[in-house]
T-cell receptor, first 110, second 113 residues
Framework: GQQVMQIPQYQHVQEGEDFTTYCNSS?????IQWYKQRPGGHPVFLIQ?????EVKKQKRLTFQFGEAKKNSSLHITATQTTDVGTYFC??????????FGTGTQLKVEL | KAGVTQTPRYLIKTRGQQVTLSCSPI?????VSWYQQTPGQGLQFLFEYFSETQRNKGNFPGRFSGRQFSNSRSEMNVSTLELGDSALYLC????????????FGQGTRLTVV
C-alpha cells in the first residue's frame, strides 16, 4: 500500500522561531490531509490539499502540495506554545481510509 | 452538535480476555473508521464501516473485528488479548462516502496486563 515518510521526527524550537515538517511519497498522491494531535488528545483535522502546487494558509500555518503531488509541507511562522503537539500528514485511499505519516512532534520553549 | 463519543475512555484487561469498544459518530455521519495508536507503530488503520458494511480493512489479525449498526454506531472487538494490543484506540467519523475530513473521538486507552 501507499506509504509516506515524514520528517523530522522531533523538533524543539524557541517560541517565535519557525517550524516546518515534510511528507514525502514515492508515488503520486491524489490528495493529502494534515492533522494535529495535542499531548493527551486526539487528531484534529487541519486541512486537505488536492491540487498540484496548491498553497493554503491558516493564520500562521502554510500548507503546500508539491507540483508532482509526491510531497507536502506544513510551515508554522513564529511558533507559540499553543502550537505544541504532533503534526501528521495522512494519505487518503479507498473510502475514508487514512494512512498516517509517522508524525513530527513539536516542542516549543519560552 | 455533539462530537464523536467513545466508550469507555480507559480499560484494563488481562491477557487472553476479549474486549468491546464503542463509538458513536457525529449525527448524520455514516462512515466510521477505527485506528490503533502506539508509540512504536504510530497511527494505524484498522477498518472502516460505511452504511453497516466493512469497506476497508487494515493489516491486523483476525482477532480484531468490528461492526456498524443501522444508527451508524460502531463497535470493535478484540479477542484473545495480547500485551501488544495495549494502545489508544481511536474512532473517526466522516460525513461523506469518500475523501473528507475525519472527526476523531477522544479514544479508548486499553491496557493489557
Amino acid at each position: 500500500g501507499q506509504q509516506v515518510m515524514q520528517i523530522p521526527q522531533y523538533q524543539h524550537v524557541q517560541e517565535g522561531e519557525d517550524f516546518t515538517t515534510y511528507c514525502n511519497s514515492s508515488t503520486t498522491l491524489s490528495n493529502i490531509q494534515w492533522y494535529k494531535q495535542r499531548p493527551g488528545g486526539h487528531p484534529v483535522f487541519l486541512i486537505q490539499l488536492v491540487k498540484s502546487g496548491e498553497v493554503k494558509k491558516q493564520k500562521r500555518l502554510t500548507f503546500q502540495f508539491g507540483e508532482a503531488k509526491k510531497n507536502s509541507s506544513l510551515h508554522i511562522t513564529a511558533t507559540q506554545t499553543t502550537d505544541v503537539g504532533t503534526y501528521f500528514c495522512a494519505l487518503t485511499g479507498g473510502g475514508n481510509k487514512l494512512t498516517f505519516g509517522t508524525g513530527t512532534q513539536l516542542k516549543v520553549e519560552l | 452538535k455533539a462530537g464523536v463519543t467513545q466508550t469507555p475512555r480507559y480499560l484494563i484487561k488481562t491477557r487472553g480476555q476479549q474486549v468491546t469498544l464503542s463509538c458513536s459518530p457525529i449525527s448524520g455521519h455514516r462512515s466510521v473508521s477505527w485506528y490503533q495508536q502506539t508509540p512504536g507503530q504510530g497511527l494505524q488503520f484498522l477498518f472502516e464501516y460505511f452504511s453497516e458494511t466493512q469497506r476497508n480493512k487494515g493489516n491486523f489479525p483476525g482477532r480484531f473485528s468490528g461492526r456498524q449498526f443501522s444508527n451508524s454506531r460502531s463497535e470493535m472487538n478484540v479477542s484473545t488479548l495480547e500485551l501488544g494490543d495495549s494502545a489508544l484506540y481511536l474512532c473517526a467519523s466522516s460525513h461523506k462516502g469518500e475523501v473528507t475530513e475525519a472527526f476523531f473521538g477522544q479514544g479508548t486507552r486499553l491496557t493489557v496486563v
